[in-house]
């Protein structure tokens, strides 16, 4: 079984910048795919980047270029790097672990950005 634990949501005003960490807890991180997904209230949880094993990063288009995903496997740790927020970037924010048929997500954690 794996835990999934986020932190470093919270408020920040528009252009501002925050970073996310999402600690697992278990063996195996390194083999595993990360992702950040995230969900504003009334919408659908969308996609917003992933990191492979070997560290290959993709991200949504609607964040490209202002937030960048990494990865410690020391720590067993994902991390989501948010630079010049908007208010669209409002939602809360959850990991996710993919490891072969298997798939774990965090409970969240808040991001608001006022503007």
């Known amino acids: 079984q794996v835990e999934l634990v986020e932190s470093g949501g919270g408020l920040v005003q528009a252009g501002g910048s925050l970073r996310l960490s999402c600690v697992a807890s278990?063996?195996?991180?390194?083999?595993?795919?990360m992702g950040w997904h995230r969900q504003a209230p009334g919408k659908q949880r969308e996609w917003v980047a992933s990191?492979?094993?070997?560290?290959?990063?993709t991200y949504s288009n609607s964040v490209k270029g202002r937030f960048t995903i990494s990865r410690d496997n020391a720590k067993n740790t994902v991390y989501l790097q948010m630079n010049s927020l908007k208010s669209e970037d409002t939602a809360a924010y959850y990991c996710?672990?993919?490891?072969?048929?298997?798939?774990?997500w965090g409970q969240g954690t808040q991001v608001t950005v006022s503007s």
């Open positions: 996710r672990l993919t490891r072969g048929a298997s798939e774990y």
């Open positions: 990191i492979g094993r070997s560290g290959t990063q």
């Open positions: 278990g063996s195996g991180f390194g083999f595993s795919v």
